[in-house]
Structure formats: structure tokens, C-alpha cells
């Protein structure tokens, strides 16, 4: 049930995708303001997940988890009843601030689950955040194809209420919580730098990367979160514990983190856009949106699939050597994109490959993080990491459109993106899963997936279901 609420969150990654291009007429908007409909929820999801994840290790894990599915529900009725700009924006914001639910339930799953199965629940729960980003693009592509655009929003705001019936019948509360005061200033201040951070990124191809807004928005992020580093280091009760964060297992993971989300998005930028282009320009297939999602679907599907896989590495060899074969696959499903793209079985082909690797990779980090944090600190600790995730896929955006926007081929007075640009983004891909295994191989060596987790004891069916 955990895993489904997951998977349910990160669909709205791709709810926008098949409809982006028509929201400048369907909001009767410019293009550059209706763009902050995808923006806006990257912003507010990279605030919530670090802030839900402590407000769960203080409060109860469930509850914060009602709140973000109970957001989420909320910001698709918003946006399933909006014609405008701005209730769509703030639509799209409550449904990026339901993103702390995946860390929330690898959390909860370490306190109720017994140590045999933690593994493989855990591993299933991180990979859910690639396998609803999947899995969302063909069944957003169909929805937008056949029926008004609203559709796609009630669609989001019915498996909301499902996922929710879900958490309050089968998710028990964790009784594993700190207490204490939540920091404030320490919230604000990482928002406030995370903000900058992520806006500078999102948003530097369009003003400029040399702009003075983007170079002042790099700069204020720096200050800020040099100041808020400083902060966390003199309070009491931080939100979060940098001291734990800068433990060599952490950060490095974290580090492998970042470059294994900027790997797995590179995927869904080249591939649609390959999938999609006119057969005119010799490269691309001219397929519709719906083929394309199509086409990366199977690797949502591998990703599940590779789970308890991927669980079974780390108890026999460690989440360490996981996560190095992980991204060894994701290296070897690029560079045979490099040469395989002519034809929609390659696509298929890639994506699955791509898709083992990344459900190997994510399934091994909760496991990492987990053998290395008290069970007090799951839940920001898993926050933390997921957000190192959605830090590589944004600066994957910005790396790729930089280099299709500066590499490309004239098709009939148009600028499209040369075949050399989408194979140099394929090969930037590669090096990004080979830096993640450079970054992995300095992971302290942990015996055991379930290293950090609690004696295994006794658990009650609605545990037991919350993790299917």
C-alpha cells in the first residue's frame, strides 16, 4: 500500500508532460508563465520532502503521510477545476508538496517491518519514484488524447483518495518518533536557499545563464545555505543533523545520489523527444506522445521487477555493491543508445536497461542511508536523499537543454535538435551513472541490507499489508 501511494506521488512528474505545449491557449497565458506549472511543483517539492520528513520523525511518519497524500488530492481538485494561470500554479504547488511520501514510508517501513522483509519493501518503495514517472507518461498521453485536459487532474485527485483509503486501513503509526521543536529558521532558510538553488537551474536557460537574475540567484543560494549550514550547527534540535548527514556513508551516498538522478532523467528527455521527431530529419521516428510513453513504460515496470532483485544483492553483498552494479547498467543502456536508435525496439530495448539499472540503484539507497542513521533520524535522513535525487534531475534538465538548444539542424526554416546533440546527452548520461560508481566505490562496505534496521519481531496484517 506504501508503494502504491509512491507510485501514485510520482505520477504528477509527468501529469503535465502531453498537455505543456497547449497550456499557453488552454490558460490563456504566456508560454514563459505558464511553464511555472511544471516549475512550481519541482520548487515546493524540494521544500517539502526534507521538512515532512522531520515533521515525521517528530510527529508520527502516518501522519505527515495523510497530510502530503491529503496535499495531493487537494492541489488536483485545484487544478482539475482551474481555466486560469495562477490556481493552476498553486495546484501544481500542493501536489509537489505531497513529495515527501516516499521517504516517509521506507521510513515507516523500517520501524514496522521485520528484517527479512525490509529489504525488498524498501527497495520497491525508492524505486516507486522512477516507476510512477514511467508508468505516467503513456497514461497521461491517452487521457490528454481522448478526453478534455481536465481529466488528467480528476484522474490524480481519484487515485488520491484510493492511496489515502489505503494509508488509514492498512499503515499503522510508527511509534518511533524524537519529539522536541520543529526549527523554523531552519526551515526557512533551507527553503529559501533550495529555492534560489533550483530556480537558478530550472530557469537559466530562459533569462540567460550569465543573466544577472540566474547569477544572483546562484550566489544568494551559496550565502543562504552556507548561513543555514551554520544555523543547523548550533541548534539544538536542527532540521537537519548535519553532523549525521556528513557521516562518510551519507554524504556519499547522498553525492552517488545526486549523479544517479541526473542519470535516470536524462532517459526521459532524449528518448521521447527521439521518439517523436519527424522521420524528415533522418533521426527521428515521428511518433506520437502516447507511443512514446509507450515505448518507456516496460522500464517502470523493470524497475518493479528489480526489486526484491536488487534486495537479494544487498543481503548477500551489501546496498554498497547494489548500487555500483546499478549504475554499471545504466552506463551500458546509454552507450547502446549511442548506437541503437533507429528503430522503436531499440527504444524499448534502452529504457528496459536503463530501467533494471535505476531499480538496482534507488533500491539500494534506503538501505545505505538506513545502516547509517538512528532510527529517530529515518525519516529526514530518507528526505534528504531523495531530495539529492530530484537536485541530479533538475541539473540533468538544465545540462540537456543547454546542449539541444546550442547543437542543432534546420528542418524547414525550424531549429531542431541535431542527432550529435541528443548522442553527446546519451554519452553525458554514461558519465553521470560511471562518476555515480566513482562516488559509490568510496561507500564504506555494509554487510547487510537490513544493517540499521530494527530486531525483527512480531507484525501485526495492517503492517504487513502497508507494504504491498
Not at 35 to 61: E, S
Not at 158 to 176: D, I, M
Not at 398 to 404: Q, T
Amino acid at each position: 500500500m506504501l508503494a502504491f501511494a509512491g507510485i501514485v506521488v510520482s505520477l504528477m512528474q509527468t501529469l503535465v508532460i502531453p498537455i505543456v505545449p497547449e497550456l499557453p491557449k488552454l490558460l490563456d497565458a504566456p508560454a514563459s508563465d505558464t511553464a511555472w506549472a511544471v516549475t512550481a511543483t519541482l520548487l515546493a517539492a524540494a521544500v517539502a520532502t526534507p521538512v515532512m520528513g522531520r515533521l515525521g520523525d517528530m510527529y508520527g511518519k502516518r501522519r505527515m503521510l495523510l497530510v502530503s497524500v491529503a496535499m495531493l488530492i487537494g492541489g488536483s481538485v485545484v487544478c482539475g477545476l482551474s481555466d486560469a494561470l495562477v490556481p493552476m500554479i498553486v495546484g501544481r504547488v500542493l501536489q509537489g508538496l505531497a513529495s515527501g511520501v516516499i521517504p516517509l514510508g521506507i521510513s515507516i517501513m523500517r520501524d514496522e517491518l521485520p528484517a527479512e522483509r525490509l529489504g525488498s519493501a524498501t527497495a520497491l518503495m525508492s524505486a516507486s519514484l522512477g516507476i510512477g514517472g514511467a508508468l505516467g507518461l503513456p497514461a497521461a498521453a491517452l487521457i490528454a488524447d481522448n478526453f478534455d485536459w481536465h481529466v488528467l487532474f480528476w484522474t490524480s485527485a481519484g487515485l488520491g483518495v484510493v492511496a489515502l483509503g489505503c494509508v488509514l486501513l492498512f499503515v499503522p503509526e510508527s511509534k518511533v518518533r524524537t519529539g522536541g521543536r520543529f526549527d523554523l529558521v531552519g526551515g526557512i532558510g533551507m527553503a529559501a536557499g533550495l529555492v534560489c538553488l533550483l530556480l537558478g537551474i530550472s530557469k537559466g536557460a530562459d533569462w540567460g545563464w550569465t543573466s544577472g537574475t540566474t547569477l544572483g540567484l546562484f550566489v544568494a543560494a551559496v550565502l543562504i545555505l552556507l548561513a543555514w549550514g551554520w544555523w543547523e550547527l548550533r541548534t539544538e534540535q536542527p532540521l537537519v543533523d548535519l553532523r549525521t548527514t556528513a557521516r562518510r556513508q551519507v554524504l556519499v551516498t547522498n553525492l552517488a545520489s545526486i549523479a544517479v538522478g541526473f542519470a535516470m532523467f536524462a532517459m526521459s528527455l532524449v528518448l521521447p523527444q527521439l521518439l517523436q521527431l519527424p522521420a524528415q530529419t533522418g533521426y527521428g521516428l515521428g511518433r506520437s506522445m502516447l507511443v512514446a510513453g509507450l515505448c518507456l513504460a516496460p522500464s517502470g515496470l523493470v524497475m518493479m521487477a528489480t526489486a526484491p532483485v536488487s534486495a537479494a544483492i544487498s543481503r548477500a553483498k551489501g546496498p554498497k555493491v547494489t548500487l555500483m552494479i546499478g549504475v554499471l547498467i545504466v552506463a551500458v543502456g546509454y552507450s547502446l543508445n549511442i548506437v541503437l536508435m533507429s528503430q522503436v525496439w531499440h527504444f524499448i530495448l534502452v529504457a528496459c536497461i536503463i530501467g533494471a539499472g535505476i531499480g538496482f540503484a534507488y533500491g539500494s539507497m534506503p538501505a545505505l542511508i538506513m545502516g547509517a542513521v538512528p532510527a529517530s533520524e529515518t525519516a529526514a535522513a530518507n528526505s534528504l536523499n531523495t531530495l539529492m535525487r530530484s537536485l541530479g534531475t533538475s541539473t540533468a534538465s538544465a545540462v540537456a537543454g543547454v546542449i539541444l538548444a546550442q547543437m542543432t539542424t534546420d528542418l524547414g526554416g525550424y531549429a531542431l535538435p541535431s542527432e550529435n546533440a541528443f548522442k553527446v546527452v546519451l554519452a553525458v548520461g554514461a558519465g553521470a551513472a560511471l562518476l555515480a560508481f566513482v562516488v559509490a566505490s568510496f561507500i564504506p562496505r555494509q554487510g547487510s541490507a537490513a544493517a540499521g534496521a530494527p530486531v525483527a519481531q512480531p507484525v501485526s496484517e495492517p503492517a504487513r499489508a502497508a507494504a504491498k
